[in-house]
């Protein structure tokens, strides 16, 4: 399974609060990254982070901000929830092994009201 | 236009047939080619990797890549009821950036 949790697996917020979601990972790779996924859209990469403090934007980045201040924690932070936000967020990890290979950790189901 | 691109599906195969899942992508500049396996409600599993034209194979999966033609496809041998699943394809290219398809929906009919 990589090595990857995500925290929480499971969130109901309001519209307007904060939320952050935890990225943990426990082999040091240096890529990670924040894609959600809903129907009829596939995977949507939010954020990914090539090392500590170092981070980009990817398609969907609006409403979203990113913090990585150590190699095992890649946290996504939506600073004032919205109901279009609502969908299921995976964190993954990239290992170079040749060629560059994508894992995926279980997943966050949030759901804003 | 698309990254990837993917039939949606519904793909349904009888059990012990063999299902095929096509992709195309758009930038000739992609070298890695993966497909993913993704039950309801879990996350995607790799289970294929290609980069190099031809075929790979992996037990009863054999993935098919032509870069010319921008093309990559995943066949499934003997299919079993548990090989129901979305199935997602995914290239990279420089930049260390994944781009997905939608994903194809196969059941195997028992």
């Known amino acids: 399974d990589a090595g990857i949790t995500q925290s929480p697996r499971h969130k109901v917020t309001e519209t307007g609060t904060p939320v952050t979601l935890r990225c943990h990972q426990t082999?040091?790779?240096?890529?990670m990254y924040w894609y959600r996924q809903d129907p009829g859209h596939g995977l949507r990469l939010i954020h990914y982070s090539y090392g500590v403090k170092d981070t980009d934007k990817g398609e969907v980045s609006d409403g979203y901000s990113v913090s990585r201040s150590k190699t095992e924690d890649f946290l996504l932070t939506l600073e004032s929830a919205t109901s279009s936000q609502t969908s299921v967020y995976f964190c993954?990890?990239?290992?170079?092994?040749?060629?560059?290979?994508?894992?995926f950790g279980p997943g966050t189901r949030l759901t804003v009201l | 236009q698309k990254e990837v691109e993917q039939n949606s599906g519904p793909l349904s195969v009888p059990e012990g047939a063999i299902a095929s899942l096509n992709c195309t992508y758009s930038?000739?500049?992609?070298?890695?080619f993966f497909w993913y396996r993704q039950y309801s409600g879990k996350s995607p599993e790799l289970i294929m990797s290609?980069?190099?034209?031809g075929d790979k194979e992996d037990g009863r999966f054999t993935a098919q890549l032509n870069k010319a033609s921008q093309y990559v496809s995943l066949l499934i041998r003997d299919s079993q009821p548990s090989d129901s699943a979305t199935y997602l394809c995914a290239v990279w290219r420089t930049g260390n950036q994944f781009y997905f398809g939608t994903g194809t929906s196969l059941t195997v009919i028992p």
């Open positions: 930038d000739r500049g992609s070298q890695s």
């Open positions: 082999e040091n790779h240096r890529y």
């Open positions: 290609i980069y190099s034209n």
């Open positions: 993954a990890i990239s290992v170079a092994s040749g060629i560059y290979e994508q894992f």
